[in-house]
């Protein structure tokens, strides 16, 4: 299974080496009891999770990762559902915890999937995503390989950071974080050969100080200016 490959696997302990401790620190200031892990595949990170005690509902596209992800976490619990349905979305339980790294950009319609995880999201909106290197708050189409780590359709909106940061701040939940110190893998360091890939923000119904998070300012997107002068 690709998921099981060492890249996938690199990516995803640099992933948790940054998430386990702010997770435990937020612990600290709020219970989190419940954790919504979204796009769960074959639940490596719903396995962490539920060791930080949590009670952990795993939800995915694909049901052959979802039976992957039962026998692997038998203390989860893990359903398919669409999360880009509202439908499906609303009938899901509100959680403490709303984990989603790995997905935003595998989706066609991701500010629909931000609004939906965002009413399920009772403390914490926890999302790790790829970003296009722009400053405009825009998405860019692209066509995605055909296999398991990729999205339903096979075509996505990868948002910019501001994008993202926008589509979070009229999701509803008001205090939204950008995450600022080094994360040990390449597709999150800024190179003179590559930009950063992916970042990290946290949204909360409350206000956090956390270190290496920044507050975001609120991003304006007036409608566009089509004139030439």
């Not at 998430?19 to 709020?30: G, N, R, V």
């Not at 296999?147 to 205090?175: D, F």
């Not at 190179?191 to 991003?219: C, G, M, Y």
Request: net charge negative.
């Amino acid at each position: 299974m690709l998921f099981d490959q060492d890249y996938y696997l690199s990516i995803n302990h640099a992933r948790w080496e940054t998430a386990k401790p702010i997770i435990q620190t937020i612990q600290t200031i709020t219970p989190l009891h419940t954790c919504l892990d979204v796009g769960c595949g074959p639940g490596w990170f719903a396995d962490k999770l539920v060791n930080l005690g949590l009670k952990v509902q795993g939800i995915d596209g694909r049901q052959d990762l979802l039976d992957i992800a039962s026998q692997r976490v038998p203390d989860g619990n893990f359903s398919l559902v669409d999360v880009e349905s509202k439908t499906a979305m609303s009938n899901l339980q509100t959680a403490d915890l709303v984990f989603c790294f790995g997905l935003i950009y595998h989706t066609e319609n991701p500010f629909r999937v931000i609004r939906n995880l965002a009413s399920l999201t009772q403390k914490i909106l926890f999302i790790e995503s790829m970003v296009i290197p722009v400053d405009q708050p825009v998405s860019w189409l692209v066509e995605e390989g055909k296999n398991e780590t990729q999205g339903l359709t096979y075509h996505a909106m990868i948002p910019s950071s501001s994008c993202l940061v926008k589509m979070l701040q009229v999701s509803g939940i008001p205090h939204i974080y950008r995450y600022t110190a080094k994360i040990e893998h390449i597709d999150f360091l800024d190179t003179p050969e590559k930009h950063r890939r992916r970042q990290v923000f946290l949204a909360s119904q409350i206000p956090l100080n956390l270190t290496d998070f920044i507050k975001v300012a609120q991003i304006e997107t007036p409608k566009y200016d089509f004139s030439k002068t």
